[in-house]
């Protein structure tokens, strides 16, 4: 079966940074996407992946290693909005989009 | 720019009737995508369309859920004699290019379904 692993919740310090893991198993790889949702609201973009290696965006940061499975995203400079869901999702062979439960972030000032 | 925009955002039903559901996706985008969305859980895919094909529909979990975006733009989801299992968050996305593309998907707010 196709799974995806993330940590169920994570607490990190306003200010600080914090990295969110994902380990995958899927049939095939497209790609992989990290999402924020904050609590009562859709989904929204933060990266792409599809090679190998790291990709910055600001104060957000994406890394994969296709051989080994995995993904982080690291958050810098903690801010108190940044407390949401964070959802690894792989696009497999057949195009779909498979998701992880999501990490959810809490902030503390 | 307007967004996703779906309706209704809730539907409250009684078990055994039918219920639409219509996701209106960004202009131009040409592909769409219906998700279920349980509370504290990721979307779980349903099924997908590239201008007006539906391109996989592996995700619907049985026969009474059906989907169509019949001019390649309004999409409606439709489940029909509901059951209280059925009860869930009903995402739809759209994207610029098509699946295997870069691009990410845009997420609607919901419909909140309830079956009672």
């Known amino acids: 079966g196709q799974n995806i692993d993330q940590p169920t919740e994570m607490t990190a310090t306003e200010g600080a940074i914090v990295q969110i893991n994902c380990t995958y198993q899927?049939?095939?790889?497209?790609?992989l996407f990290w999402y924020q949702q904050h609590a009562g609201e859709a989904p929204t973009f933060l990266s792409y992946?599809?090679l190998d290696g790291l990709e910055e965006k600001g104060r957000f940061s994406s890394f994969l290693s296709r051989s080994k499975g995995y993904s982080y995203l690291l958050l810098k400079e903690l801010q108190m909005k940044d407390s949401a869901s964070y959802l690894c999702?792989?696009?497999?062979?057949?195009?779909?989009?498979?998701w992880g439960a999501g990490t959810k972030l809490i902030i503390k000032p | 720019g307007a967004g996703v925009s779906q309706s209704p955002r809730y539907k409250v039903t009684k078990r055994g009737q039918d219920v639409a559901l219509r996701c209106d996706p960004i202009?131009?985008?040409?592909?769409l995508y219906w998700y279920r969305q349980a509370l504290g859980q990721g979307p779980e895919f349903l099924t997908y369309f590239n201008y007006e094909a539906q391109q996989d529909k592996s995700g619907l979990p049985n026969d009474r859920f059906s989907a169509e975006r019949p001019e390649g733009s309004i999409s409606t989801l439709t489940i029909q004699r509901t059951e209280q299992r059925d009860s869930a968050m009903y995402r739809c996305?759209?994207?610029?290019?098509?699946?295997?593309?870069?691009?990410?998907?845009?997420f609607g707010p919901g419909t909140r379904l309830t079956v009672t």
């Open positions: 992946n599809v």
């Open positions: 899927t049939s095939g790889f497209n790609g």
């Open positions: 996305a759209s994207s610029p290019g098509l699946a295997d593309s870069s691009y990410e998907q845009y």
């Open positions: 202009s131009g985008h040409v592909s």
């Open positions: 999702a792989v696009r497999d062979s057949n195009y779909q989009l498979i």
